[in-house]
């Protein structure tokens, strides 16, 4: 088969299967109701899937990106002078060395 019919038979079946998941009916009556084969429907579904799954999948690199910001970690902190300190972290995480307490206030 060539590259031109196969295009057209994969347009085919992605109308087929768009109209099927509109009509609001199940697909076996759907099918039914249009003179297609339950099983032809269900393999034609299956492929245009797996391409699209391999099209995806393709195009996603393998290698995520990471970055990494540096943070400076203060030896002490000294409270300004006449102030209270009412801190609630939003979020806190522990390690065995240190902890950090992260507020979104």
């Not at 038979?9 to 299967?17: P, Y």
């Not at 299956?46 to 400076?72: K, W």
Request: proline share 4%.
């Amino acid at each position: 088969m060539d590259k031109i019919t196969s295009d057209i038979r994969h347009q085919q079946w992605l109308d087929i299967i768009h109209a099927c998941n509109a009509s609001g009916l199940t697909k076996k009556a759907w099918c039914e109701q249009n003179g297609i084969n339950i099983k032809t429907f269900y393999y034609r579904q299956r492929q245009l899937r797996r391409e699209a799954y391999d099209a995806q999948t393709a195009s996603v690199s393998e290698e995520p990106v990471v970055s990494f910001a540096e943070v400076d970690i203060p030896t002490s902190i000294k409270p300004v002078a006449g102030s209270t300190l009412n801190f609630c972290p939003d979020a806190v995480i522990r390690t065995r060395t240190f902890t950090i307490e992260v507020s979104g206030k």
